[in-house]
C-alpha cells in the first residue's frame, strides 16, 4: 500500500517562504503525475500544482511566479517551493499521486 508523507509547513509571516515535501513510500509505485492542492476554511480543496514525471507542470493562476514545484523521480519525491507568500495562501496542503492517493495534509499559516 502506497503511502505518501508531507512535511514542511509552519507559520510564516507575509512575504516569507516555505518549502513542503512530499515522499511516498509503500509498494513499489511510479505515477505519472504528482501534485499539491490546498483546501483553505470554508472553502474547496484546489489544485496549487502539478508535475508529470518528465518534468511538465501546471498551475493555478493565483500561485504562478511565486510557487514552484519540483519531482525527484527515484525518490518518489515531489516538492513546492513557496516564495512571496501572502495570507491568502492560509490553507491545508495536501500531496496527491495519481489523482487517487493523498497525504495527511500539512497546515501553511501566513500571517504578521
Known amino acids: 500500500q502506497v503511502q505518501l508523507v508531507e512535511s514542511g509547513g509552519g507559520l510564516v509571516q507575509p512575504g516569507g517562504s516555505l518549502r513542503l515535501s512530499c515522499a511516498a513510500s509503500g509498494a513499489i509505485f511510479s505515477p505519472n503525475v504528482m501534485g499539491w492542492y490546498r483546501q483553505a476554511p470554508g472553502k474547496q480543496r484546489e489544485l496549487v500544482a502539478s508535475i508529470t514525471k518528465s518534468g511538465n507542470t501546471n498551475y493555478a493562476e493565483s500561485v504562478k511566479g511565486r510557487f514552484t514545484i519540483s519531482r525527484d523521480n527515484p525518490r518518489n519525491t515531489v516538492y513546492l517551493q513557496m516564495n512571496s507568500l501572502k495570507p491568502e495562501d492560509t490553507a491545508v496542503y495536501y500531496c496527491?499521486?495519481?489523482?487517487?492517493?493523498w497525504g495527511q495534509g500539512t497546515l501553511v499559516t501566513v500571517s504578521s
Open positions: 496527491n499521486a495519481a489523482l487517487t492517493i
